[in-house]
């Protein structure tokens, strides 16, 4: 089963409802791109291996490539995201729910990039569907726990094995490279770092859209009336493009001031470390892809940072950033959870 594009014309042009949630999810998408598309090429700047607009080029191509080829491939997180929660079987309060938890992203989002704070838009995604869901279903019964749960293992997963594999592969490359001439070696990790912020972006394109795609998939199937059951279903090429390009326009517009956060003012790093730690971002994200695990870039990349900076000295980490960024992510859950879950009682009550 799939969605064409004439289908998708069709429903956008009969129910306002679908056509404001499809606004609301672009926008959703591009605040994504301002906030978490460039992580995966901070490194890359900060240690000058690449220019800011250029890095913000890449990371949008890669980004789209990543979603076309893994999606092709494995829609594992998306299928994650139409299960974990249960909004009903009223289409239109259903659409009007899914509306509240957009906006309360949004909301959550702007005020998070416009403090220069990194946080995670997927956590943000998760949150306000997850608060919106129970505001219509009155009760936790509105969560699916067998595919929530992912969330618990995508943090775990996350944070250990993106601050465990920074610190491994400082270690490693700094013993591997202990003897080869400073210049040279600076110069193929400059090629190999450009190279590793590609492959960041690469599957942070497959994470995030994939997120994305199924919050436009379920939106299209409860606006027809067909229910959320998407088992057979295939993520259509055309909604691929539109969230790619959402997504470059994002990056474009906002990505320089969330570089400066990740890549500049937490650890200051070297070629060879920058190397490190997004090669440590993409093997994790990798492995959270294909496990069906919804994690944030944000998140892994910047424990990735931390974890090459605790291997260089403690130190080097500024750790009152850090904190901060951690804050962060504990109060996104809780906070955005209660923005979704307040906006859709009360655009329930309205609409």
């Known amino acids: ?85 249960d909004f009903g079987g009223d289409a239109h309060k259903a659409l009007v729910t899914l509306m509240a938890a957009m906006v309360a992203i949004i909301v959550w989002g702007s005020v998070a990039w416009y403090f220069g704070i990194p946080t995670s838009q997927s956590h943000s995604l998760i949150a306000g569907i997850t608060g919106a869901a129970i505001a219509l279903m009155g009760s936790f019964d509105a969560i699916n726990w067998s595919e929530w749960v992912k969330v618990i293992y995508g943090i ?25 001439n400073r210049q040279r070696a600076n110069v193929f990790f400059r090629w190999a770092q450009v190279f590793s912020g590609a492959g960041v972006a690469f599957m942070h394109g497959a994470q995030d859209g994939q997120k994305f795609m199924g919050i436009f998939v379920l939106a299209i199937l409860m606006a027809a009336g067909m229910g959320t059951d998407t088992a057979a279903l295939s993520l259509p090429v ?63 990349n910047t424990t990735a940072i931390m974890g090459v900076g605790a291997a260089k000295s403690p130190k080097a980490v500024r750790w009152s950033i850090a904190i901060d960024m951690v804050k962060t992510w504990v109060l996104t859950f809780p906070g955005c959870g209660l923005m979704g879950f307040v906006f859709a009682k009360l655009f329930l009550l309205v609409l």
Not at 36 to 58: E, G, H, Y
Not at 169 to 180: D, L, P
Not at 262 to 287: H, P, R, W, Y
């Open 238 to 300: 055309w909604l691929m493009l539109l969230c790619a390009i959402s997504m470059g326009v994002g990056t474009g517009v906002g990505g320089e001031r969330i570089i400066k956060s990740v890549g500049v003012d937490m650890v200051k790093l070297e070629a060879f470390q920058g190397f490190a730690a997004s090669s440590s971002t993409f093997v994790s994200l990798i492995v959270a892809t294909f496990g069906g695990l919804p994690v944030s870039t944000t998140h892994t």
């Open 156 to 180: 775990l997963l996350s944070t250990l094995m993106g601050f465990g594999l920074g610190w491994v592969f400082y270690q490693i490359i700094k013993r591997v490279f202990c003897n080869a």
């Open 1 to 85: 089963m799939t969605i064409d594009w004439s289908f998708f014309i069709t429903e956008l042009v009969s129910n306002p409802l679908l056509m404001v949630v499809t606004l609301l999810n672009i926008g959703v998408i591009i605040v994504n791109g301002a906030t978490d598309a460039p992580n995966a090429i901070a490194t890359a700047v900060s240690t000058r291996a690449m220019k800011p607009r250029r890095a913000i080029i890449m990371a949008a191509i890669c980004n789209f490539v990543g979603l076309l080829v893994i999606s092709a491939i494995s829609p594992a997180v998306a299928q994650t995201i139409f299960g974990m929660v």
